[in-house]
Structure formats: C-alpha cells, structure tokens
C-alpha cells in the first residue's frame, strides 16, 4: 500500500504562485508513474501533470507553461510548481500514483490518492 499526503494549497491573487508538495509513505518501491490531478467546481476531474519514474513529464495544454512538475526521490515527494496562476485554476488538487505501465493522464490508472488539497484563486 501507499499512502500519500498534500500540502501546500492556499488562496493567492492571480497571477501568484503556490507550490504544492505530495509525501508518499508506505510500499513505494512499485510506484511507476506519480500525477497531479484537478477537481474545479463545476469541471470534471483533470489531470494536469504527470511523471514517470524516468523523469518524463506530460501536461495538460491548460497548465503547460506555467506549472512544473518535479520529485525529490531522497525525501519521496512529488511537487507542482504553478506560475502565473488565473482563477480558473481553482481546484482542489489531488496526488495520485500508479504501479503499471504508461504514465497517462488517466485517472482510472491509479490505484492511489491522496485526500487533495485546496488551491484558490482570486481575481
């Protein structure tokens, strides 16, 4: 099993910045591919970013540009760097992580969650 653990959402101004950090625990040595999804009101869950344990990243066109996505191995976090944040991008923000193959966007391919955390952004 792992765990994984958000924090770092807040409320900030537009054009702001936030880093969001996610601690995995537990049974970590199987995690392949580790993401950062979104859940806005009104909007279907998204999946804004994602990286393998190569090192290769993938974007959604919404985020690309201004979020960067990026893991410390030593301490076993995965972090989202978001520039530039509108007020379209409020969201509770979820991490999530997977053991198989191909690291997409996909939620229905990972087996782990974390609880999320809100990020708010006031124009």
């Known amino acids: 099993q792992v765990q994984l653990v958000e924090s770092g959402g807040g409320s900030v101004q537009a054009g702001g910045s936030l880093r969001l950090s996610c601690a995995a625990y537990?049974?970590?040595?199987?995690?392949?591919?580790m993401a950062w999804f979104r859940h806005g009101p009104g909007k279907e869950r998204e999946g804004v970013a994602s990286m393998d344990t190569d090192g290769v990243t993938s974007y959604s066109d919404s985020v690309k540009g201004r979020f960067t996505i990026s893991q410390d191995d030593a301490k076993n976090t995965l972090y989202l760097q978001m520039n530039s944040l509108k007020p379209e991008d409020t969201a509770m923000y979820y991490c999530?992580?997977?053991?198989?193959?191909?690291?997409?966007?996909?939620?229905?391919?990972?087996?782990?969650w974390g609880r999320g955390t809100q990020v708010t952004v006031s124009s």
């Open positions: 537990g049974y970590t040595v199987n995690v392949y591919c």
């Open positions: 999530a992580a997977h053991g198989r193959s191909y690291c997409y966007r996909d939620s229905w391919r990972f087996s782990y």
